[in-house]
């Protein structure tokens, strides 16, 4: 059996005597879950080279080593697609996805995927790797996405997403004059009982918060940054509809209002106007904070001129 490149940590004399699995769990950080896995894997927790369970203790200077058995997506047909790779490591791959992709292959969908792609990657660079996103993106919206390359990584960063400690950037451009520069939306998320695939503010829904920054101020629209707390389905183009500020080219969420505007811009952007800028968190290998960006697509960055007076169809517009 193939492994991952193990953990390591070396008892230090101040833990001398601690519970092999309170090193796991506190130093290591692993969770209950991929240790009740580790468990069943042949020396996949080891003291010195030997396989231990995990409720003998240890003494200083113990070197305790963790391995996770290599997996491939054997379930994704590999696909040489343009992948735009942000970063890379032993750990994880950063892409910047574009837009129209979908992540990972569903019912109707199962090629032309950012999952074919990135398999095809590993497959031509010899690396068994199994698909893990950390995060999903809509298909309409760019931006970075990370994967993580082991189930400890994949383990890691979605903790640090549920203690909201990962930093999730966007860039969104949104119809009409933001009343103020800055905002809080804090405001539950449910599905549409009449339109399950939408989603709406109603008091009966999840959590969701999202923060913004007014970046640049149009006529009719506006540039904005935006930052998540949560990060449930379609949040910021939701919130965004919910303060009167529908995302520009968001064909399931835009206010008859605009019609007129967006029309008006002749196509463009051909999609909801929403780029995941940024994303940072504490890289699982290097216990570094790690932050990744991607740049403003060129088919945003075209809307930009557009809607600041400098391209085709700005004339058109009149409020």
Known sequence: MSYYEPLVYVVPPEEDGFLLKTILQKRLMVSRKLLSRLKLTEMGITVNGERRYISVKVAAGDRVEVRMAQEESDDILPQDLPLTIVHEDEHLLVVAKEAGMIVHPTHGHYVNTLANAVVHHWRQAGESVRFRPVHRLDQETSGVLAIAKTPYVHQQISEQMIRHTVKKEYLAFVWGTLAAPR??????????????????????????????????????????RLWLETGRTHQIRVHMTHLGHPLVGDKMYTLHAYADWQAALGGLPGRQALHARLLGFTHPGTRAWTEFAAPLPADLAQLREALAGRGDGCAQFEL
Do not use: C, N
């Open 183 to 224: 905002g809080t939306v804090d405001a539950p998320i449910d599905r549409d009982p009449a339109q399950p695939h939408v989603r709406i503010v109603t008091p009966a829904g999840a959590a969701a918060v999202t923060h913004y920054e007014l970046v640049e101020q149009y006529d009719q629209a506006a540039l904005v």
